[in-house]
């Protein structure tokens, strides 16, 4: 799939999100190992630390619909600079997708792609649960 098509899901979802406390609005897509795309956005609360971000609710969506893993994800934020995934996200990326490319993109046409094993090195995952 081409980067272009993941990152336009990402602007599109990006429109949804509900960043009322932040104002920081955040879209993702994914591309499962089936080809089709998920697409997500952060998901705030009154109660802050219940936030999900946008990155997360797309993996989600995908697992619910069955995928197993995932090709590559898109990142768009508004940000000059571009902006990558949180801490947490990175953990989930690495448990669903591996060492898939991470587009960054913002609403300029910036983009940028780096690898999940440059955002995540030595990561923690199951290998180690054996
Ligand atoms: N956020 C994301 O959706 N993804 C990230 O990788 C960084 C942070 C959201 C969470 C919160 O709604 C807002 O951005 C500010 O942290």
Not at 43 to 68: N, P, Q
Not at 79 to 99: A, N, S, Y
Request: glycine share 8%.
């Amino acid at each position: 799939m081409e980067i272009k098509e993941l990152i336009n899901a990402a602007i599109e979802a990006r429109e949804n999100a509900y960043a009322p406390y932040s104002n920081f609005q955040v879209g993702a897509a994914v591309e499962g190992e089936s080809g089709d795309i998920y697409i997500g956005c952060n998901v705030e609360s009154a109660s802050y630390g219940l936030t999900v971000c946008a990155e997360r609710v797309a993996i989600w969506k995908g697992i619910s619909r069955g995928e197993k893993r995932f090709k590559q994800i898109a990142v768009v934020v508004d940000t000059e600079e571009l902006t990558p995934p949180c801490g947490v996200c990175r953990q989930i990326i690495w448990e669903f997708c591996g060492d898939v490319p991470v587009i960054l993109s913002n609403l300029h046409g910036n983009t940028e792609t780096i690898m999940m094993s440059e955002l995540l090195p030595r990561a923690f995952d199951s290998k180690f649960l054996k």
